[in-house]
């Protein structure tokens, strides 16, 4: 399995912007597509974004559709989540995840390898 550590996260207003990274390592990261979700607390984990091995197709939740763009960085073995016009609502633990299948469906089961997450909170 491919290993995942994310950054990015801390405390932020309301309106405000947060970049997300997750840094894979251990196995070839092109291989996968990529995911980024989150769980807020008593709340389900649910999916913000993926994106496919190549990039080219992503996907979005409503709820950051328009807010937030999923990008990676086959060189640098990273994903990314640029998240602008953030609001309360968005807080939550983000999880960067790796799908070894590629496939753009963005199940959540289909995602096998997952880092440690990093909060995210927003103020109001």
């Known amino acids: 399995q491919v290993q995942l550590v994310e950054s990015g996260g801390g405390l932020v207003q309301a309106g405000g912007s947060l970049r997300l990274s997750c840094a894979a390592s251990g196995r070839t990261f092109s291989n996968y597509a990529m995911g980024w979700f989150r769980q807020a607390p008593g709340k389900e984990r649910e999916i913000v974004a993926g994106i496919s091995r190549s990039g080219v197709s992503k996907y979005y939740a409503d709820s950051v559709k328009g807010r937030s763009t999923i990008s990676r960085d086959n060189a640098k073995n990273t994903v990314y989540l640029q998240m602008n016009s953030l609001k309360p609502e968005d807080t939550a633990v983000y999880y960067c995840?790796?799908?070894?299948?590629?496939?753009?469906?963005?199940?959540?089961?289909?995602?096998?390898?997952w880092g440690q997450g990093t909060q995210v909170t927003v103020s109001s």
């Open positions: 995840a790796a799908d070894e299948s590629g496939s753009i469906a963005f199940r959540p089961e289909n995602f096998g390898s």
